[in-house]
């Protein structure tokens, strides 16, 4: 079965920092762009950060660049988003994707071949 498991969700003080993971089963993530998208309440879901197979393109939301960094471990076959300076507009559920596209087309168009269940973000003091 193919799956994608987000990790490292919580509650965090404004300023702090998260380190979420997404993890397959089922298949490999060499071959496919990664992407890590949000929801907030009430909002749509949007691209947060999308990264190459190779690892040699990455894509930031212009909302989170400075702050967050996406990173991949094909060994580890899990893809990584290293939150720091959270904000209160960080709160969502995070969701990471895999697709066979281009990290533009993945995170701006939020369209993905595979889905995770998500993990919910809550910056608050």
Same mark, same amino acid.
């Given at each position: 079965?193919?799956? *994608? %498991?987000?990790? !490292? =969700?919580? *509650? %965090?003080?404004? !300023? =702090?920092? *998260?380190r979420l993971s997404c993890a397959a089963s089922g298949f490999t993530l060499d071959y496919y762009a990664i992407g890590w998208f949000r929801q907030a309440?009430?909002?749509?879901?949007?691209?947060?950060?999308?990264?190459?197979?190779?690892?040699?393109?990455t894509y930031y939301a212009d909302s989170v660049k400075g702050r967050f960094t996406i990173s991949?471990?094909?060994?580890k076959n899990t893809v990584n988003l290293q939150m720091n300076s959270l904000k209160?507009?960080?709160?969502?559920?995070?969701?990471?994707?895999?697709?066979?596209?281009t990290v533009q087309a993945m995170c701006l168009?939020?369209?993905?071949?595979?889905?995770?269940?998500?993990t919910q973000v809550t910056v608050s003091s």
């Open positions: 079965q193919l799956q *994608l %498991v987000e990790s !490292g =969700g919580g *509650l %965090v003080q404004p !300023g =702090g920092s *998260l309440p009430g909002k749509e879901r949007e691209g947060v950060s999308c990264i190459s197979s190779s690892a040699g393109s991949r471990d094909n060994a209160p507009e960080d709160t969502a559920v995070y969701y990471c994707a895999a697709d066979s596209s168009l939020v369209d993905a071949r595979f889905w995770g269940q998500g």
